[in-house]
């Protein structure tokens, strides 16, 4: 077996991680060459390392150590120093070498586009960090955005974290209701706000939804109000809320100065799923993202300035947080607001073509539906000056990469990555330097202590799956959860069972080769008779089926022992689930994933509901299964069609009901 990409030499010699490697290599008295090596005194060497990568990228954080102290959770990172996210991210707009160059590229679905310059970034950010300030913001409190990926919500997140404020988003597919119950727990005193998107050629006026967020946010002072579709603001709320329309909030010709800040200050706050009870907020710092993003989209996914990223994603997802983080490197961003496939599949792989990215992210469903769609982006499209095509949000199976080899071009590197929100940032990724082989993540992360451990918190060695976690910690771990006084409900989701160890929730495997192999969620393990398997593999197993458009695995545990093993299918246009097709899963399962894990019931089903983000919602279904009520399973919020979780109450209690007909 041999890799489906190897970096070729004259990339791997001028990328950022070699010239890393070099420069810590030089300082540690170490031959830091082989990324293996690297990697070990990464992890070894905590504080030396994290100094290597804020001298690297100049990031101004003093002479001190780097890691005062190793405890998870609460470590202290660069203890003293001091730093602004903001005056990092816009430092080029004062650079009279770099001010004109292109900074922002924001897309349209209907094709309208707007660019901004450092210069204009710097001083539309400095112009609303003056409005905000007029507003009586100041250092911790928040300020919250409904809004979609557009120019305005980059613009209103840099200004408040220039100011100290903490930001949070939410996108505006969510209703007024599902907006309030992340951001009314953070008691946010500006919301920015627009009058509505655009999506698969629609026109979606969410004004009306805006005046309700008001409503449901009784802390707030004043409301700024974003044309992005050209509409009239909303009337004036009532109750004395100030109202600014985006034009008046910029009208300020104010100089930006950013508001110097302890390392551990608080950045934004972002939100976990919602699909297993209250929206979780999740509390990360200006350091700490500031060091990590640099590491992780300027080594791992080798960012330069001036080349673009174009990650397709939405406001309320970290990699709108992470793309936006380019603009450390120096690295224009590209914003698109609207559908991924709309007027057709190519449309991502067109906008990255025709803004020059060198970098494009995709979550693993748009390349399937790219495949199933025969696109060809690499011969239709100019793809030249794209690099690497960056991949998150769910497993990445060994058929896509060679898809992307055969139908994008053998020169793009696939760099699977697989992190969270929970850190902002990813475990295991790919670099520009090593070698990646289908089905696999290249490898941890730099300064990523990743290990795999059986139920007992043993190790496990190549090719064992284990739950996966992080053993020492990682400068954009939480600072702390929001409304956690205690802090007992941050240690419950990530040092439990193993205090002082992550523990992040998901089945990995570490091969012989050093790359990593993510298979599913640990909570929703499909445990037949003492076997265990992930969710993944039989996805993988099933993904080339042309007639199965989408699917998803249960295993249920019913109580007396009993246990289902059941297979939902969405199936394409004109097939039905006949006998052969069902003797087709069944065989392809038993071929490729593993003969106990063939399924006991495939059902047809007409949709199945995601996370906003696209990923699968097996625990929720399985709880249903098990005879949890569907309102305690998920908010309807959280997930992108409620209807389609519904349909599963018809299946609680398992076969018994499905086989009498109830």
Same mark, same amino acid.
């Given at each position: 077996?041999?890799?489906?990409?190897?970096?070729?030499?004259?990339?791997?010699?001028?990328?950022?991680?070699?010239? $890393?490697?070099?420069?810590?290599?030089?300082?540690?008295? +170490?031959? +830091?060459?082989?990324?293996? &090596?690297?990697?070990?005194?990464?992890?070894?060497?905590? &504080?030396?390392?994290?100094?290597?990568?804020?001298? $690297?990228?100049? +990031?101004?954080?003093?002479?001190?150590?780097?890691?005062?102290?190793?405890?998870?959770?609460?470590?202290?990172? $660069?203890?003293?120093?001091?730093?602004?996210? /903001?005056?990092?991210?816009?430092?080029?707009?004062?650079?009279?070498?770099?001010?004109?160059?292109?900074?922002?590229?924001?897309?349209?679905?209907?094709?309208?586009?707007?660019?901004?310059?450092?210069?204009?970034?710097?001083?539309?950010?400095?112009?609303?960090?003056?409005?905000?300030?007029?507003?009586?913001?100041?250092?911790?409190?928040?300020?919250?955005?409904?809004?979609?990926?557009?120019?305005?919500?980059?613009?209103?997140?840099?200004?408040?974290?220039?100011?100290?404020?903490?930001?949070?988003?939410?996108?505006?597919?969510?209703?007024?209701?599902?907006?309030?119950?992340?951001?009314?727990?953070?008691?946010?005193?500006?919301?920015?706000?627009?009058?509505?998107?655009?999506?698969?050629?629609?026109?979606?006026?969410?004004?009306?939804?805006?005046?309700?967020?008001?409503?449901?946010?009784?802390?707030?002072?004043?409301?700024?109000?974003?044309?992005?579709?050209?509409?009239?603001?909303?009337?004036?709320?009532?109750?004395?809320?100030?109202?600014?329309?985006?034009?008046?909030?910029?009208?300020?010709?104010?100089?930006?100065?950013?508001?110097?800040?302890?390392?551990?200050?608080?950045?934004?706050?972002?939100?976990?799923?919602?699909?297993?009870?209250?929206?979780? @907020? %999740?509390?990360?710092?200006?350091?700490?993202?500031?060091?990590?993003?640099?590491?992780?989209?300027?080594?791992?996914?080798?960012?330069?300035?001036?080349?673009?990223?174009?990650?397709?994603?939405?406001?309320?997802?970290?990699?709108?947080?992470?793309?936006?983080?380019?603009?450390?490197?120096?690295?224009?961003?590209?914003?698109?607001?609207?559908?991924?496939?709309?007027?057709?599949?190519?449309?991502?792989?067109?906008?990255?073509?025709?803004?020059?990215?060198?970098?494009?992210?995709?979550?693993?469903?748009?390349?399937?539906?790219?495949?199933?769609?025969?696109?060809?982006?690499?011969?239709?499209?100019?793809?030249?000056?794209?690099?690497?095509?960056?991949?998150?949000?769910?497993?990445?199976?060994?058929?896509?990469?060679?898809?992307?080899?055969?139908?994008?071009?053998?020169?793009?590197?696939?760099?699977?990555?697989?992190?969270?929100?929970?850190?902002?940032?990813? $475990?295991?990724?790919?670099?520009?330097?090593?070698?990646?082989?289908?089905?696999?993540?290249?490898?941890?992360?730099?300064?990523? /202590?990743?290990?795999?451990?059986?139920?007992?918190?043993?190790?496990?060695?190549?090719?064992?799956?284990?739950?996966?976690?992080?053993?020492?910690?990682?400068?954009?771990?939480?600072?702390?959860?929001?409304?956690?006084? &205690?802090?007992?409900?941050?240690?419950?989701?990530?040092?439990?069972?193993?205090?002082?160890?992550?523990?992040?929730?998901?089945?990995?495997?570490?091969?012989?080769?050093? @790359?990593?192999?993510?298979?599913?969620?640990?909570?929703?393990? +499909?445990?037949?008779?003492?076997?265990?398997?992930?969710?993944?593999?039989?996805?993988?197993?099933?993904?080339?089926?042309?007639?199965?458009?989408?699917?998803?695995?249960?295993?249920?545990?019913?109580?007396?022992?009993?246990?289902? =093993?059941?297979?939902?299918?969405?199936?394409?246009?004109?097939?039905?689930?006949?006998?052969?097709?069902?003797?087709?899963?069944?065989?392809?399962?038993?071929?490729?994933?593993?003969?106990?894990?063939?399924?006991?019931?495939?059902?047809?089903?007409?949709?199945?509901?995601?996370?906003?983000?696209?990923?699968?919602?097996?625990?929720?279904?399985?709880?249903?299964?098990?005879?949890?009520? =569907?309102?305690?399973?998920?908010?309807?919020?959280? %997930?992108? &069609?409620?209807?389609? =979780?519904?349909?599963?109450?018809?299946?609680?209690?398992?076969?018994?009901?499905?086989?009498?007909?109830?």
């Amino acid at each position: 077996m041999t890799p489906i990409w190897t970096p070729g030499p004259a990339a791997a010699a001028q990328a950022g991680i070699t010239r $890393f490697a070099e420069q810590a290599g030089r300082r540690a008295g +170490l031959d +830091l060459s082989a990324y293996d &090596d690297l990697h070990a005194w990464s992890v070894r060497d905590l &504080d030396q390392f994290w100094r290597a990568v804020a001298d $690297f990228y100049e +990031l101004g954080l003093g002479d001190g150590p780097a890691l005062a102290d190793d405890r998870m959770p609460g470590a202290s990172w $660069f203890p003293g120093a001091q730093v602004n996210y /903001a005056a990092l991210a816009l430092r080029r707009g004062s650079d009279p070498g770099h001010a004109g160059g292109t900074a922002v590229i924001a897309v349209a679905e209907d094709g309208a586009t707007a660019t901004l310059t450092w210069a204009q970034l710097r001083a539309q950010t400095g112009a609303f960090a003056a409005t905000l300030r007029g507003l009586g913001v100041r250092r911790g409190d928040r300020v919250a955005g409904y809004l979609p990926n557009i120019t305005a919500a980059l613009v209103a997140f840099l200004a408040s974290a220039s100011v100290g404020a903490v930001w949070s988003a939410c996108a505006q597919d969510y209703s007024a209701t599902g907006a309030a119950a992340r951001l009314a727990q953070l008691g946010p005193v500006v919301l920015v706000a627009a009058d509505g998107y655009q999506w698969n050629g629609r026109v979606l006026d969410r004004r009306a939804e805006v005046t309700a967020l008001e409503g449901l946010l009784p802390s707030l002072r004043a409301t700024v109000h974003v044309p992005n579709l050209g509409l009239e603001a909303p009337a004036a709320a009532a109750g004395g809320l100030r109202t600014l329309t985006w034009a008046e909030a910029l009208r300020a010709a104010a100089p930006l100065e950013p508001e110097p800040l302890p390392f551990d200050a608080p950045l934004w706050v972002l939100f976990s799923s919602g699909t297993t009870g209250r929206p979780k @907020g %999740i509390v990360h710092g200006h350091g700490g993202i500031v060091i990590e993003h640099c590491k992780q989209l300027g080594l791992h996914l080798g960012l330069e300035a001036g080349a673009p990223l174009f990650w397709y994603t939405s406001t309320n997802w970290v990699m709108w947080n992470i793309a936006a983080s380019s603009l450390l490197l120096g690295a224009p961003v590209v914003l698109y607001d609207g559908s991924p496939s709309y007027p057709d599949p190519l449309r991502l792989w067109r906008i990255a073509a025709g803004y020059g990215a060198a970098a494009l992210g995709v979550s693993p469903g748009y390349l399937a539906a790219s495949a199933k769609a025969g696109l060809r982006p690499g011969a239709d499209l100019d793809l030249s000056r794209l690099r690497t095509l960056g991949v998150t949000g769910a497993p990445l199976t060994a058929a896509a990469y060679h898809w992307v080899h055969d139908a994008a071009g053998p020169d793009l590197q696939v760099a699977s990555t697989s992190g969270g929100t929970d850190v902002a940032s990813g $475990f295991a990724g790919g670099t520009p330097v090593t070698p990646v082989w289908a089905g696999e993540i290249s490898g941890p992360m730099l300064g990523v /202590a990743l290990e795999s451990w059986d139920e007992n918190g043993h190790r496990q060695g190549p090719g064992q799956v284990g739950e996966l976690v992080i053993t020492r910690p990682m400068p954009s771990m939480p600072l702390y959860f929001w409304d956690d006084q &205690d802090g007992q409900r941050y240690r419950d989701a990530y040092f439990t069972p193993w205090p002082g160890v992550w523990r992040h929730g998901d089945w990995v495997e570490l091969t012989s080769r050093a @790359g990593v192999i993510i298979s599913g969620r640990s909570d929703a393990t +499909l445990n037949r008779q003492g076997v265990r398997l992930g969710s993944a593999e039989i996805y993988t197993a099933i993904e080339t089926v042309p007639a199965v458009a989408d699917s998803l695995v249960i295993g249920a545990e019913l109580g007396d022992g009993a246990y289902w =093993l059941v297979l939902f299918v969405v199936l394409g246009e004109g097939a039905s689930l006949s006998t052969e097709l069902t003797e087709t899963i069944a065989a392809r399962i038993r071929a490729h994933a593993s003969p106990r894990h063939v399924p006991d019931d495939i059902i047809a089903v007409p949709a199945l509901p995601h996370t906003r983000t696209g990923k699968r919602l097996e625990v929720p279904v399985k709880r249903i299964i098990q005879g949890r009520p =569907l309102a305690s399973v998920a908010g309807s919020d959280a %997930i992108d &069609d409620p209807a389609a =979780l519904a349909q599963f109450t018809a299946y609680a209690g398992g076969p018994r009901r499905l086989h009498q007909g109830e």
